[in-house]
């Protein structure tokens, strides 16, 4: 998100500082969280260099001709079982891709899947997978319209991995980008957080109980829709400033990411996040923040305080946006903190995930 | 390519005919020759069905507002091993989908890269693979505007996986595809055959001797180019009506896709089609027929008789076309059918490969 890290050379190879001869890959640089950030700003970033892509949001926006704009995303999913309560990799891999283009406030249009396939799987698991492809497609209102597909030898991949890319279109006057965070904005999040990645767990049997969990898995673009238009009723649809959808990493991950990239500070109420009972009940047990648990059918937005009731208003009205609440807001304290209120009543510092909590939740 | 099979649905789900319960997935479905073909029309079509996704040609073309076509192409790489003779899976990857969209006439624009990595993976070696990327996409001169990355566990996949998916711009006037193929029109082959097959071959140490042959892989948008600016000074760009980069299945397999999606018939001369000694050597020890093995840095051209002349020379110019060579012709046989004059004066038929040749060859 910064450009404060320098890349040097070694063996003739672009290459970053902090990443060493000797250092390997771990799960943690798939968190979603600091690891992984370090991995893209260290390996990625510096051979790869563009303002499109350091720009680090969910989506790249690209200016095409006749003032067209439009946004890219792609995402692998490589999810552990392949089916869990709620969805399975297929629903995923579409929404996961849908929900990325929404979060820059573009209508997402077409997509593209890859398949990499391990020889021996089941011709019917395959079958029910691009099912849920399809009714995911036709709820989001997309098409798909590319895909390849790869075997490889057995042992050599575990089932299936869906490799996504989306493109959409985003209308003129929309301007939703993680550098748009203002102090004085209201945070809101769509619904209930951690629901996702405790059902993963609970279909891993890793929860040692039942938990009656179900996933959030869902496109959200029609909630973006009405957001835009709740937004354009009263201050223009300029009033949304930022969108994310808090997927591996969690809320507080989404948030800081926020934070850095505005250069502001984000303060949240940890009474005001919504999270399901058993949500928590999984949590305690384990030991988890829900504040880091991986979400699939949830946004944040960052909105201007003058719309934020009819923003509000407009979400819940939606099936998906039901759960729907004012979280916190946007100060201009120490930029790129996030805080949290507790309900004790004290006042901490939320970082981003360090290390890896759930590998495999999307 | 056809509209023949039907599709039945069991178990609730839309699923093809002849694909039974029991059945799973092998190597052969990966072949990108008759297996894949079946898998594809059997599991993809019928739930995913729309007009674009079914002409089946190397990118899908969308026409998106004002007038802008924009073709968009994706491709899951999983080589084995990464590293080759000529180049490495980053090369690939990005030659890959440039290549893919070059054979719509598109200018290759942006590409995106989803990166599945092996835990323990040497970040050296990552390190190695983007620089790679990065050199092929400035030879390509795409930008790489937005990537993933998942880990997943020691064994869980195969050092590393990347799928790339890039969009390119068709210019007014520029309409090929793989159903414009006419009795009459001139095929063309860039280059030699077999040379990347080979090479990873040889990399596997599959060759039992010393080869000292190169993958070809390369991008093909500069080599398009030149034969549009050929094409253009002759009879117009509308001259050139297929391209195709004969990777998987190789120039045969890729040869009877375009003779189903036109409904020609088309007959090539053995001894027309250029084929390094070493290669040839190589195929005659390991009992492979060069038809049939995979390129990753060649193209079919074919093109109307009176532009054929121009094509040829404006292709021969370029590097990467310089042993470009007239191979055979279309014509109004057996409609789907490719035949094969040989070297002893007899006509064959050449299908599309059946089974699997070489896995992971890309």
């Given at each position: 998100m910064t450009d404060e890290k320098e890349s040097v050379e070694f063996d003739g190879l672009i290459c970053p500082v902090p990443l060493a001869h000797n250092s390997r890959i771990v799960l943690g640089h798939g968190s979603g969280g600091r690891m992984s950030r370090d991995l893209i700003e260290g390996t990625f970033f510096p051979p790869f260099d563009n303002p499109i892509l350091r720009a680090g949001d969910d989506a790249a926006v690209l200016d095409l001709d006749n003032g067209l704009r439009i946004a890219?995303?792609?995402?692998?999913?490589?999810?552990?079982?392949?089916?869990?309560?709620?969805?399975?990799?297929?629903?995923?891999?579409?929404?996961?891709?849908?929900?990325?283009?929404?979060?820059?406030?573009?209508?997402?249009?077409?997509?593209?899947?890859?398949?990499?396939?391990?020889?021996?799987?089941?011709?019917?698991?395959?079958?029910?997978?691009?099912?849920?492809?399809?009714?995911?497609?036709?709820?989001?209102?997309?098409?798909?319209?590319?895909?390849?597909?790869?075997?490889?030898?057995?042992?050599?991949?575990?089932?299936?991995?869906?490799?996504?890319?989306?493109?959409?279109?985003?209308?003129?006057?929309?301007?939703?980008?993680?550098?748009?965070?203002?102090?004085?904005?209201?945070?809101?999040?769509?619904?209930?957080?951690?629901?996702?990645?405790?059902?993963?767990?609970?279909a891993r049997g890793d929860l040692g109980f039942e938990a009656n969990i179900q996933s959030d898995v869902a496109p959200l673009n029609s909630l973006v829709a009405d957001m835009l238009q709740g937004a354009e009723v009263s201050k223009g649809v300029n009033g949304i400033h930022v969108l994310r959808d808090p997927t591996r990493g969690g809320l507080a991950t989404a948030l800081n990411e926020i934070a850095v990239q505005s250069q502001v500070s984000i303060t949240i109420s940890e009474d005001a996040v919504p999270v399901r009972q058993p949500v928590l009940a999984a949590c305690e047990i384990l030991g988890f923040d829900p504040l880091y648990i991986a979400n699939e059918g949830k946004l944040i937005a960052i909105v201007s305080e003058d719309c934020a009731d009819l923003v509000l208003a407009s979400m819940r009205a939606n099936q998906l946006g039901r759960d729907a609440a004012v979280i916190g807001e946007v100060t201009s304290g120490p930029p790129g903190k996030v805080l949290l209120k507790t309900s004790i009543g004290t006042t901490r510092v939320v970082d981003m995930l360090a290390g890896e909590l759930l590998p495999r939740i999307c």
């Open positions: 890219i995303s792609t995402d692998a999913h490589v999810i552990s079982p392949i089916e869990f309560p709620g969805g399975d990799i297929g629903r995923l891999a579409i929404c996961g891709t849908v929900n990325d283009l929404s979060m820059m406030g573009a209508i997402p249009l077409y997509i593209t899947a890859s398949f990499m396939l391990e020889e021996g799987l089941a011709i019917p698991r395959l079958v029910a997978i691009t099912n849920s492809m399809r009714a995911a497609a036709e709820e989001a209102g997309i098409l798909i319209v590319a895909g390849d597909t790869k075997v490889v030898e057995k042992g050599k991949v575990d089932e299936i991995f869906i490799s996504t890319t989306g493109i959409g279109r985003i209308r003129e006057g929309v301007n939703i980008y993680g550098r748009n965070a203002q102090p004085g904005d209201v945070v809101i999040i769509s619904g209930t957080i951690g629901d996702h990645g405790i059902a993963v767990l609970s």
